[in-house]
């Protein structure tokens, strides 16, 4: 289904990173390449609703074995949808406020913003390297389920209270509580699948591109 038409000048828009803004998962392909055997029973338990974000990457980074440079180089090796800087600097153009809500490792996602010249907001967790502890500042105490490391719902609520629509733009579990409150839902992959059966109204999409064209077609 095609979004609601909107006014950009009093919208705000929010996109996960990994798999929306990155062209794949990148703390699966950390995991698939420097982690220990045992992630992958976690991530099925998070997409299979058993298992919390936040209970989930703690799981996941305790098996990763490589450096901190080895970790980035990989990192940085995963490609960003080619459509995310204009998508950013047009609806900010258009007067949209634009950010990033990622509840994956999160170390690598300002790097990947900074090599792309995109400057946006970011609410994503953070790694301790001299302790090598995952930190969760964008966490929400006051969040009724204490489930994730960055509340996704906490920055679409807010922006709401202001009287903003608000937008998501994801592709997997950890979108589902922001996509089920958002105004507007862009969704694929199984976000898509996972809208389709909860009921969310949402409009697919392939690319940020794609997501661009609804959101500012004249």
């Known amino acids: 289904?095609?979004?609601?038409?909107?006014?950009?000048?009093?919208?705000?828009?929010?996109?996960?990173?990994d798999g929306t803004v990155s062209t794949l998962d990148i703390g699966l392909v950390l995991l698939e390449r420097h982690g220990h055997p045992g992630w992958?029973?976690?991530?099925?338990?998070?997409?299979?609703?058993?298992?919390?974000s936040r209970d989930t990457i703690t799981g996941q980074?305790?098996?990763?074995?490589?450096?901190?440079?080895?970790?980035?180089?990989?990192?940085?090796?995963?490609?960003?949808?080619p459509g995310f800087p204009a998508l950013v600097a047009d609806l900010r153009?258009?007067?949209?406020?634009?950010?990033?809500?990622?509840?994956?490792?999160?170390?690598?996602?300002?790097?990947?913003?900074?090599?792309?010249?995109?400057?946006?907001?970011?609410?994503?967790?953070?790694?301790?390297?001299?302790?090598?502890?995952?930190?969760f500042p964008f966490g929400d105490p006051t969040c009724a389920c204490q489930l994730c490391g960055v509340c996704k719902q906490a920055p679409i609520r807010a922006a709401a209270a202001?009287?903003?629509t608000t937008v998501m733009v994801g592709d997997g579990a950890s979108d589902r509580r922001a996509a089920s409150i958002a105004d507007i839902v862009f969704a694929k992959a199984g976000l898509a699948a996972w809208c389709g059966e909860a009921g969310?109204?949402?409009?697919?999409?392939?690319?940020?591109?794609?997501?661009?064209?609804?959101?500012?077609?004249?």
């Open 162 to 164: 202001r009287g903003r």
């Open 61 to 81: 980074w305790a098996l990763v074995d490589a450096s901190e440079p080895e970790l980035l180089v990989t990192a940085m090796e995963v490609p960003l949808d």
């Open 40 to 52: 992958e029973e976690l991530d099925a338990a998070f997409v299979g609703g058993e298992l919390g």
């Open 93 to 135: 153009g258009a007067g949209a406020e634009v950010a990033v809500l990622s509840d994956g490792f999160g170390f690598y996602v300002e790097e990947h913003c900074r090599a792309a010249a995109v400057d946006v907001d970011l609410y994503v967790n953070r790694v301790d390297w001299t302790t090598r502890e995952l930190r």
């Open 1 to 17: 289904m095609s979004p609601p038409r909107f006014d950009p000048s009093n919208a705000s828009v929010f996109l996960d990173f």
């Open 200 to 218: 969310v109204p949402y409009t697919s999409y392939v690319t940020l591109r794609d997501v661009r064209d609804a959101l500012l077609r004249s």
